[in-house]
Structures are given as C-alpha cells and as structure tokens.
C-alpha cells in the first residue's frame, strides 16, 4: 500500500512542497562529498512523518502553508539524520536500497553527516516561530538516542519484558509521529486541547508504526533493508516476546540457546518463523496495532478536526508490508 496513492490532492501537494525542500537541502551538497550526502537526502523514502504534519495542518479551520512546509522537511531531514545514526550501530550497508553512508564512507565521516544533518533539520524548524518548536524538537532529540542506547544495552536480552519493549520503541519511534502531530496542529492553530488528543493519536501510530516494523523483519517482504536483521543481531522485539508468552517450556528453552548462541543456521531461522506462524504472531500484533489506533481515533473524532485524511493513515499504518 502505497501512502501517496490514498490520500486527496490536497494533501498531496502539500507533501510535494515538502520534498522539494527538502531536495533544496540536497542540492547545497550537491558538490560536497562527492555528492553521496545530497543523494542520501534526495533520497526521501515513504515521508510519514511529513504527512503527518500535512494531515493535521489541514485539519482545522486555519493553515499556515509555509510552516507547514518547513517543519515536514525539517522532520523528515531529523528523521533521516536517526537513520543514518542508527546505521552506524547497526553496521547497515543498505537503506532505502541504496548504498549507507557508512557503507560508502566509514563510521566517524557518516556519524558525522548525521549531525549535519540534524543542523539542517534545526535551521529549518527554527525558522517557524510557533510554541517552542525546537524546545520540543531538542527533547525529542533526546529521548530518540535514549531509545537507541537501551535498545543496545538490552541486545541479546531474550528475557526483555513488554513493558520495556514498548518504552524503547516508544522513545525510538513515537516521540518522533508525536512531535509530527503537534507540529501539524500548532500549524493549524489548534486549541491546547485538541492539540493533547491528537498527540495522543500521533503517538500511537508511532507506536504501532513501529510494532509493524517489527513485524516485516520477519516476514522478509521489505526492499527497503535486509530482511531478518533483529534475528540475526538478537535484538528482542514484540514477535519474539510474545512466542515466548505463548510457548510451552521445552521451546522456550530452545529459542533462549538459539538467541545466546552466535550463529543462526538456516534450520533454526526455519524453526522460529514455523512458530511464529503456528501462534499467529504477526497477525496478533497487527490486530493489536488497530485496536491501539483505533480507540485514539474514536477520541480524535469527538473533537472538532476533520478525520477523514488522517483515517487512510490508520488503515495505511496498520496494513502496510514495506
């Protein structure tokens, strides 16, 4: 599924506006390191989060164009600037199926264009006069690198717990749709409290957006990354903790040598995804992301936005495969 294919003209050409500056960011490197970091940037990927601020810019009475065009290019450049961190830390030689910039350079050059280009995202967002933006987008920041630090001290931890899973992905990746949400709505001039209830629904998209990347690891349908990379780096996701909780002992004493051993043969990567159709795992996560988002929406549509743009997203989020 295909998010610029469902959504209204409108929108669409909001998000159009949105890539083209952020392409404005690419072209000033376009000379500079043999114009790797420009094709990176160019490269612009599915764009959630700026049609997330586009959806609740669009969904009030009121709309400011050009803030709404800086503050999606300046989420989505932040975003990438996560990604090409996380590269880093994850040794990932591809994204978006082309070549890292870890892969093309080395760790300290790639970290280093990473916080270029979190400078890039800063510029942009400071250059919108609304509410403390950049306070936000700062705090943001933060909770971003703390969701990747106990991500890394918790690898190999087969025993980690949901409540734990969902505070690191949380961090990683709700914060993110969260600040997305409220950037939209102050864009819109939306009241305090319309403002918490929609960030409470960009909250969980994130979430659930998250939950279903974890998912698609396992499925291997992705060509946007290598398929299997939590398995094959023991990181514990939602599909391994919950065939954990439906599991008799004998299995789960299994899959804890499997995840402490160092290699993973093909008959144990076999063995694992043969359970995880058995108990309906992906499935169960799924439904558990629609219930998540919808009970938000059904909150979000109690106020006085218009919800009929922002309902493809839920079914967008929830059904996608890549």
Not at 32 to 53: H, P, T, Y
Request: some cysteine.
């Amino acid at each position: 599924m295909n998010l610029d294919l469902i959504l209204n003209k409108e929108i669409k050409n909001i998000t159009s506006k949105i890539a083209n500056q952020i392409d404005s960011v690419a072209q000033q490197y376009e000379q500079d390191f043999q114009g790797e970091l420009a094709k990176i940037i160019s490269n612009k990927g599915k764009m959630v989060r700026a049609n997330v601020v586009a959806l609740f810019a669009k969904a009030g009475n009121q709309f400011d164009s050009d803030s709404t065009v800086k503050l999606g290019a300046g989420i989505e450049i932040l975003h990438l600037a996560s990604l090409v961190h996380d590269d880093v830390i994850d040794n990932a030689h591809i994204r978006r199926n082309r070549k890292t910039l870890m892969a093309t350079f080395d760790n300290k050059i790639a970290i280093l264009m990473g916080d270029l280009l979190v400078a890039e995202a800063l510029k942009l967002i400071h250059s919108v006069k609304k509410n403390n933006i950049v306070g936000e987008v700062i705090e943001v920041s933060k909770y971003l690198a703390m969701g990747e630090i106990y991500q890394m001290q918790n690898l190999h931890n087969i025993a980690l717990s949901r409540e734990t899973y969902y505070n690191l992905i949380y961090y990683k990746t709700g914060k993110l749709f969260e600040l997305a949400t409220n950037m939209g709505c102050q864009c819109a001039n939306l009241d305090p409290q319309t403002i918490k209830v929609s960030c409470e629904f960009g909250k969980s998209i994130g979430i659930s957006f998250q939950m279903i990347d974890d998912v698609i690891d396992y499925e291997a349908k992705s060509g946007n990354k290598a398929p299997l990379v939590d398995l094959m780096e023991r990181k514990t996701t939602l599909p391994i903790i919950l065939l954990l909780e439906n599991m008799g002992e004998f299995d789960k004493k299994k899959l804890s040598t499997i995840w402490a051993s160092k290699d993973t043969p093909k008959d144990n990567i076999e063995w694992i995804l043969g359970m995880m159709e058995e108990y309906k795992i992906f499935s169960t996560i799924r439904s558990m992301c629609q219930k998540n988002i919808l009970h938000n929406l059904e909150n979000l549509k109690e106020s006085q936005i218009n919800t009929v743009e922002i309902e493809k997203l839920t079914h967008y989020c929830i059904n996608r495969m890549n």
